[in-house]
């Protein structure tokens, strides 16, 4: 149901709101506020999101990678990260001088962004990548004195900007 339909003053339909907050563009496709982003589709359906991603991980304590495994469609092949960041919410504690600890994709060959420290509170943020590897990051632990990479503790809080695309449908 319309709430809101603004025309030229030819009668031309600009654009309608409707009660569920979906915008439709005139010739344009449509446009709809989530509870999780925003929503673009055309008029072919083919559709893009922007939505985030966020949560706390805990680093294994058995190896300097932890792999962030994701809910199923969370993070397809196709989509990308626009940006990110993370905050240290636990010291990261037990690894070489000198360690730092990056955020990657695509089984870990492509690196979003590095935390300023191993500290709590210490943050870091950036990063773009196309994603290949679906539904997971990792959190990698490198340069660590004497090869010591692996931590004894740690935690961090995580938000990932994403755009998921799909095809048309007609």
Excluded: C, H
Excluded at 35 to 47: F, H
Excluded at 109 to 118: E, N
Excluded at 136 to 159: K, L, M, Q, R, W
Aim: charged share 5%.
């Amino acid at each position: 149901m319309s709430v809101f339909t603004l025309k030229t003053s030819a009668g031309t339909s600009l654009f309608d709101v409707s009660d569920t907050g979906a915008v439709t563009l005139g010739g344009m496709g449509s446009l709809a506020l989530l509870g999780s982003g925003l929503s673009i589709t055309a008029d072919n359906g083919a559709s893009a999101t922007w939505t985030t991603i966020e949560g706390t991980a805990t680093l294994s304590t058995s190896g300097a990678t932890t792999t962030v495994s994701l809910d199923s469609g969370a993070l397809p092949a196709g989509s990308a990260i626009m940006g990110g960041g993370a905050r240290v919410t636990t010291a990261i504690t037990g690894t070489g001088a000198g360690a730092s600890v990056a955020f990657k994709v695509n089984a870990s060959a492509t690196t979003l962004f590095t935390l300023s420290g191993l500290t709590a509170n210490s943050t870091g943020a950036g990063g773009f990548a196309a994603i290949q590897t679906a539904n997971e990051f990792t959190i990698v632990i490198s340069g660590g004195a004497g090869s010591d990479n692996t931590p004894s503790a740690g935690a961090v809080s995580y938000t990932l900007f994403v755009l998921l695309s799909t095809a048309p449908t007609a």
